[in-house]
């Protein structure tokens, strides 16, 4: 079983709707969670950042984390063209340099 | 705030000579820096982790005369593709860990494109 699981989608919207992004892993020492946006040939963009379990809300984007069902969600409200990008979880443990990424998820909206 | 750059962005070489690309953190200090691997529509591979002014740990596989990593100051990691070949093709990014609030963030680069031919 890999450390991180992302399905790699594509998922495709249309503008407005709401984007559902999801990972989960089995690595019970993760203790930051940190969602990812990469456009195409570009580096990855740190969108949300979190410490354990909780929600975390930053405008259109609402991030959310389960430690007892090793899950991570991603919310994208309102959803734009602009927003198409890939998403990629990534998670660390306390202490921990390395980071452990999903395969991400490649998402389109539609106009 | 916690921008990261690359240089270059993108670079073709012959096969058998060597490439440099520098990461630089601009606006933090940072105290271990990452160089990762990509190949197209994959996830990122970490190839090796370099703290200011020691060694690099790299991962298992990635050869460590191949990829010669040296963090000089604690804005400036550089990586080095010693004799470059075509498999060696690939989107290159660094990312930086500072301390503080941003010690477990990872700011990454834009990333290089390196093209051996």
């Known amino acids: 079983q890999k450390e991180v699981e992302q399905d790699p989608g594509p998922l495709s919207v249309p503008e407005g709707a709401i984007v559902s992004l999801n990972c989960t892993y089995s690595n019970s020492a993760f203790q930051y969670f940190m969602w990812y946006r990469q456009y195409s040939r570009k580096g990855p963009e740190l969108l949300m950042y979190t410490y354990s379990s909780g929600n975390k809300e930053d405008g259109r984007f609402t991030a959310q984390v389960d430690k007892s069902s090793k899950y991570i969600s991603l919310f994208i409200r309102d959803s734009q063209p602009s927003d198409s990008a890939t998403y990629l979880c990534a998670m660390s443990g306390y202490g921990n340099n390395r980071l452990a990424f999903g395969k991400g998820n490649q998402v389109v909206v539609i106009p | 705030g916690a921008v990261v750059s690359q240089h270059p962005s993108r670079v073709i070489c012959k096969s058998g000579t060597s490439v440099k690309i520098e990461c630089r953190s601009l606006d933090f200090q940072a105290t271990t820096m990452f160089w990762y691997r990509q190949f197209p529509k994959q996830s990122l591979m970490l190839m090796a982790t370099s703290n200011e002014g020691s060694k690099a740990t790299y991962e298992q596989g990635v050869e460590k005369d191949k990829f010669l990593i040296n963090h000089a100051s604690l804005t400036l990691s550089t990586l080095t593709v010693t004799s470059a070949h075509p498999e060696d093709s690939s989107f290159y990014i660094c990312?930086?860990?500072?301390?503080?609030?941003?010690?477990?963030?990872?700011?990454f680069g834009p990333g290089t494109r390196l093209t051996v031919t």
């Open positions: 990312s930086a860990r500072g301390e503080g609030p941003h010690s477990y963030e990872q700011y």
